[in-house]
């Protein structure tokens, strides 16, 4: 039998041709229509389709629906994406502390959301290994805490962009060592609750962020708000309506309750023979020249390209010339994003033409090595340079030495490469100078610490 859930609600509506004198005002008509066939189930909130912001209806079901799958406490849909999330969990816990710890490699919203709420974030001094920042390693973690004491404790990326992960369930003992509070941004490990392996951060976090649009059959910016501590509730659900749209696409809601549903049937066996296939993949590539990024999740491969002497720029051109298309290029590694139902045909016809780059000519020797990123030193708080100092806007090929008063990066993965109140670095302003995507960067000039003689 057919759950009578979002989706069907949609369709059901779509089949009485209504007369629409409601949001949104495309009205659903033929014109619109022939741009937009799907146009038909976007609706807003009506006498029965319930509300978002006091769900107690269709969305109130699929919610319970979803944190029953996840075995949260609680569970709050997002179409606003996981940024939404992460400005609600600090918001909810902010009454706490004053500082919060979070790893290098956090997503750019984290910083923006330490700086709405004057939240000082504390940064865990991550290594750099083959191009990469790697994990906070359990020491790490546990000096900065013992550093710390002041701090509402944790909040930390689970999996990384690549799908790297660190021993979380390490983090949660030291957490709760301390009565602190662990918060993760998981918007890259919403599938992890249906995998063998690595764990799913929702089995030890307080507050953690499903981007479940990232890695599950859903649609782009559905994700999820989900909470492990019951005692955070209350805070979260006033916390989650604030920062949460009063107009949320329910076509984006009905794909969550679809994907996570999907997943809760068939995620397991999927997962599982992805892992298998992509695996045995690394080991054909890795034979053939290639480097790939090891112990990382198995719905990601992080193509090396440095051992191949081949220009990523170049392969990357090259691929989408056959229609292939990677998640992201950071000029050393293609990553190439897979998901449940990637079948194997797709991973053959990916390493058919990655192998076939290694028989070209004109692509030997044209890789350039990128500068390794050096991170510059911290010369005053973030809060102090991003919040209280005064500012002034300077050429970014001019920038090195300087303080930087706003976070600077490559968007993706949207982490800072150099943040407020550290010193920028000539690598890192070579970094900037060649990437496509930056942030930080207006008319090639950042924002630094005004009169740095004080400094």
Not at 169 to 183: D, F, G, M, Q, T
Request: hydrophobic share 40%; aromatic share 8%.
């Amino acid at each position: 039998m057919e759950r009578k859930g979002i989706e069907y609600t949609l369709r059901e509506y779509a089949k009485l041709h209504p007369l629409r004198f409601h949001m949104p005002g495309h009205k659903a008509n033929k014109e619109f229509l022939k741009h937009f066939p799907g146009a038909e189930a976007d609706i807003t909130e009506l006498s029965f389709s319930d509300s978002l912001q006091h769900p107690s209806g269709i969305i109130k079901e699929a919610e319970d629906r979803v944190r029953d799958i996840l075995g949260a406490k609680k569970t709050y849909f997002l179409t606003d994406g996981s940024t939404c999330g992460v400005l609600s969990m600090l918001y909810a816990v902010r009454e706490f502390g004053k500082k919060i710890i979070v790893n290098r490699n956090a997503h750019q919203s984290v910083f923006n959301a330490c700086k709405i709420f004057g939240i000082e974030p504390v940064i865990l001094n991550q290594n750099v290994k083959n191009g990469l920042m790697m994990p906070p390693t359990a020491d790490e973690l546990e000096k900065t805490l013992d550093d710390t004491p002041d701090a509402i404790g944790f909040l930390l990326t689970y999996p990384d962009y690549y799908g790297l992960t660190f021993d979380i369930a390490r983090a949660k003992e030291l957490a709760e060592s301390k009565n602190k509070l662990l918060l993760i941004d998981g918007a890259h490990g919403g599938h992890l609750r249906f995998a063998a392996m690595p764990a799913y951060c929702g089995d030890y976090a307080d507050i953690w962020v499903d981007g479940v649009h990232k890695t599950l059959p859903c649609l782009t910016q559905a994700a999820l708000l989900n909470v492990g501590n019951k005692g955070l509730i209350a805070k979260v659900t006033n916390a989650v309506n604030m920062f949460r749209t009063t107009s949320p696409n329910y076509e984006i809601m009905a794909s969550i309750d679809y994907g996570e549903s999907f997943m809760a049937e068939n995620g397991r066996e999927l997962l599982s023979k992805l892992r298998v296939e992509v695996a045995a993949l690394r080991t054909r590539l890795e034979a053939k020249g290639y480097g790939c990024l090891k112990d990382a999740d198995s719905i990601k491969l992080a193509v090396d390209f440095k051992p191949t002497g081949i220009s990523p720029y170049k392969a990357e051109r090259i691929l989408n010339r056959h229609n292939i298309f990677a998640e992201m290029n950071d000029g050393r590694y293609l990553l190439f994003l897979f998901g449940p139902t990637t079948d194997k045909h797709s991973l053959d016809v990916l390493e058919a033409q990655l192998k076939r780059l290694l028989l070209r000519e004109d692509l030997k020797n044209t890789f350039v090595s990128r500068a390794d990123v050096r991170f510059g030193a911290r010369k005053m708080p973030y809060l102090k340079a991003n919040v209280f100092s005064r500012k002034e806007s300077v050429e970014l090929k001019e920038s090195a030495g300087k303080i930087l008063a706003e976070n600077v990066g490559v968007f993706p993965p949207c982490f800072p490469l150099c943040m407020a109140g550290e010193e920028m670095t000539p690598d890192i302003i070579s970094i900037l100078s060649e990437a496509k995507n930056t942030f930080g960067i207006i008319n090639n000039k950042v924002k630094v610490v005004k009169g740095q003689a004080d400094k």
